[in-house]
């Protein structure tokens, strides 16, 4: 079974809004990440995630699906299929939520800032994307040595 979620990165020029776990957070607390959640019952993956940028940012932006990642979670059973979205022309004002405090981020930076462990290898694969590109496919699991792999299968893509 596969639990459907969402990621979006918002650019701005070179930067992404990335929101910083709040200290309660059980996963991720004080690490940067794309802003995203869980796909609701009767919900679209488009509406999701509009849905959750404005949630947990205040925003509203033009959204568009870069790609999709099948997150090997641990169990056999289960996993995530993450839906993958750009946006651009960020409209509404800034604020903070449960999940955290919301902020612009230079691509470089994201190096020398305490992430999630895929932002780096998602941004990177996102970065030169722009709209009517072909969407990518990915698979996120860790090897036998606990190491993240995240293998992309798109012609144009990258791997790590």
């Known amino acids: 079974m596969l639990i459907p979620r ?4 918002v650019r701005r020029g070179d ?4 929101i910083k776990g709040a200290p309660t957070k059980r996963l991720w607390a004080g690490k940067y990440n794309g802003i995203g959640g869980h796909v609701e019952r009767g919900e679209n993956i488009l509406f999701s995630a509009q849905r959750e940028l404005l949630e947990e940012t205040g925003l509203f932006a033009d959204l568009w699906l870069c790609g999709t990642v099948i997150v090997d979670a641990g169990d056999a059973s289960t996993g995530i299929c993450l839906f993958v979205f750009c946006g651009e022309n960020a409209q509404g004002e800034i604020k903070a939520s449960e999940e955290g405090s919301v902020e612009w981020v230079k691509k470089e930076a994201v190096l020398h800032l305490p992430v999630v462990e895929d932002l780096p ?3 990177d694969q996102i970065h030169t994307m722009q709209r009517g590109d072909p969407p990518f496919s990915a698979r996120s699991y860790y090897d ?4 993240l792999k995240v293998v992309f299968t798109s012609t144009s893509a990258k791997s790590s």
Not at 6 to 9: L, N, P, S
Not at 15 to 18: A, H, S, V
Not at 144 to 147: D, G, I, P, W
């Open 121 to 123: 290898i998602l941004l």
């Open 6 to 9: 969402t990621a979006i990165f």
């Open 144 to 147: 036998e040595n606990e190491k």
């Open 15 to 18: 930067e992404y809004l990335l």
